[in-house]
């Protein structure tokens, strides 16, 4: 018996007869429906007083017959054959309309969504006889020039209609083939610059009294920061302020629609939110697209798999990656729905889903074991370090402010410095001399960043513990970004988590050069106790040098350091393999408290090699004069 799809209940025996006849209905390739399969719609839609559908395949088949509400038409589920790129559903779609209405945004969001090959609606006078009919189908997203006079926004569809029934002149087989031969063309020569494909950004947010629109917008500059990072190119972004957040959607149904057709228009792959998605939201909006659907933390757990380098950070990224995932699990599809047998077949045993689950939580415990192991060497090597009496001077600081650069300016490393976000994962150390011996080991750290997941804030919170034992903390600010004082909020309250914020610290504002004198004076104002420099100018390092060495002068006077330096071994600096570098050679301490030559003329400062120790001096942080004396 043919099976009727929809709202098929309360149907009277004789409206069933005449849906279920339709299946006996052959379409030739050549048209979009025959007179007899638009009669037998309009017939049966009239008979019900409900919108009835046909799904038609290519060969001629009627694969589905669906019965809607007097509204609209709710489709079955089709699978995904033939949805590749480049290629339609080849399922055309012929439905009526009851109250004479063109094609509404569900059949368009259908189209679209469904990558059907045409969707056509059936007007019917008030008798029931079919007068018009209404058609559509889906067009490549139209790339415009910056001078095109075009308009901005193309459809991904073109509507046709409305048409008198006895008048529609369509070969259907040969536009298909000519839309599928220009969607191929078009993919292949559409341009991508991101290496992950493209992404429409959706910001869903609350209204709030104040600031909520700006807010707003400066999360979403974030987030395209975020997706440029970790290689996805930002076609477009969404931004829709709500009363509420939709329990279900995040942003509502007729919005979703919406932005699944900007996302059909732009030639998308990948929907990524502003947000965290719950597991309910995230499967909700899945099953309305075939397009993948991501959110922030995701975004952020990509960054940091791509960037982990050392065993710690890797170890971190899977544990947060396997804790994200965790209860993302108990949303079971038919792939995980098997039973496998028990021992002897004595019970059903585990389903997939209860196997996948208990795997990914051993494997939680072994990575927290091992972590936790890790965690207890790094606190050996801070003791041994202790001893030597080294001061520790953390660098801490909201992501892309620059820390990073700065370590290679005052201690001439070469640790990856980028204009990207999370370019360090794995702290760094570095030693950095003054005169009379004074030496303090500098750490870089991991950047922080605002709604920082709490799977990956707890997973990296080792990493922290350097900073914890630090002697001081250099709070780097990038001076050029309009949201400064929400990034200092941000990891002063990180800080005041991680039980930090009572360390000494050194407000330092990066980027000075990208921004005008009269705002440099601002801010220099508003934080008398701030340093302002540019990472990548060593000139405008010396300030900072003398504060920090008038911060630690206490602390080398009780450590009473002798004149002789003994080199630590490797592994006391840093972790994995990333060490600082050390002194070579005995310096007799100086009366007078200034950085001074060592024979010619120029003060030795440590600079971090592969080989091991070179020295670069004072001058080279400014214009390399034949000497330099800095008074402290």
Do not use: C
């Amino acid at each position: 018996m043919p099976t009727l799809y929809g709202n098929t209940t309360g149907l009277s025996p004789n409206a069933t007869k005449l849906l279920e006849r339709i299946y006996r209905r052959k379409v030739p390739l050549h048209v979009i429906a025959t007179p007899e399969l638009i009669r037998a719609l309009a017939e049966a839609s009239h008979e019900t007083g409900r919108q009835v559908g046909a799904l038609v395949h290519r060969s001629g088949e009627i694969d589905y017959v669906i019965v809607g509400d007097a509204t609209r038409l709710m489709l079955p589920d089709i699978g995904r054959l033939r949805a590749a790129q480049g290629r339609f559903r080849a399922l055309r779609l012929v439905h009526t309309h009851l109250w004479n209405e063109p094609l509404t945004r569900d059949d368009f969001v259908d189209l679209v969504r469904l990558r059907l090959d045409l969707v056509a609606a059936i007007q019917l006078n008030p008798g029931g006889e079919p007068r018009t009919l209404h058609y559509a189908y889906n067009t490549p997203a139209r790339e415009t020039a910056p001078d095109d006079d075009a308009p901005a926004e193309h459809l991904p569809y073109t509507a046709v209609g409305p048409v008198l029934i006895g008048r529609v002149d369509v070969d259907f087989g040969g536009l298909m083939q000519a839309l599928e031969d220009e969607f191929n063309k078009h993919s292949r020569t559409r341009s991508v610059t991101g290496k992950d494909g493209r992404a429409l950004l959706v910001h869903v947010s609350e209204k709030t009294k104040h600031g909520a629109l700006a807010r707003a917008e400066e999360s979403l500059r974030e987030l395209a920061e975020l997706a440029a990072t970790a290689g996805v190119e930002v076609a477009d972004n969404v931004l829709q302020l709500r009363e509420r957040i939709d329990a279900r959607h995040v942003m509502g149904k007729g919005k979703l629609d919406e932005v699944l057709l900007r996302a059909a228009e732009l030639d998308v792959e990948t929907l990524v939110f502003d947000r965290n998605l719950t597991p309910s939201q995230a499967s909700a909006i899945a099953k309305h697209t075939d397009l993948k659907v991501i959110d922030r933390t995701q975004l952020i757990l990509d960054i940091f798999a791509q960037r982990a380098e050392s065993r710690d950070g890797k170890l971190q990224v899977e544990l947060a990656q396997l804790k994200y995932a965790l209860p993302r699990l108990a949303q079971k599809d038919d792939s995980l729905s098997r039973l496998t047998g028990g021992i002897g077949g004595r019970g059903p045993g585990e389903t997939k889903l209860e196997i996948g689950r208990r795997r990914a939580k051993e494997r939680v415990s072994f990575l927290e074991d091992q972590l936790k192991r890790l965690s207890r060497q790094r606190e050996q090597r801070r003791r041994r370090r202790t001893r030597q009496r080294v001061p520790v001077v953390s660098i801490v600081g909201y992501t892309n402010a620059g820390k990073s650069t700065l370590l290679n300016t005052l201690t001439g490393a070469e640790v990856l410095a980028e204009d990207k976000l999370f370019a360090t994962l794995d702290p760094r150390s570095r030693r950095l001399r003054f005169p009379e011996e004074r030496e303090v080991v500098l750490t870089d750290t991991v950047g922080f960043i605002r709604e920082l997941p709490p799977d990956l804030f707890a997973a990296f919170r080792a990493t922290f513990e350097e900073a914890a034992d630090a002697d001081l903390l250099l709070h780097v600010v990038d001076a050029s970004d309009p949201a400064r004082d929400q990034h200092i909020e941000t990891t002063e309250a990180l800080l005041t988590e991680l039980d930090l914020i009572k360390l000494p610290r050194i407000l330092v504002f990066n980027k000075v050069d990208r921004v005008d004198r009269e705002e440099a004076r601002w801010l220099q104002q508003g934080s008398p106790g701030a340093v302002l420099l540019s990472a990548t100018q060593r000139e405008t390092a010396h300030p900072l040098l003398l504060r920090i060495a008038e911060h630690l002068k206490s602390r080398w006077e009780e450590a009473a350091l002798v004149p002789t330096y003994v080199a630590a071994a490797d592994d006391e600096l840093a972790d994995d393999g990333d060490h600082g570098a050390s002194g070579d050679g005995d310096q007799a301490p100086h009366e007078d408290p200034v950085l001074h030559g060592d024979g010619d003329g120029d003060a030795p400062w440590s600079e971090a090699t592969e080989e091991g120790t070179s020295l670069t001096t004072l001058a080279e942080l400014g214009a390399r004069p034949r000497r330099t004396v800095l008074r402290i």
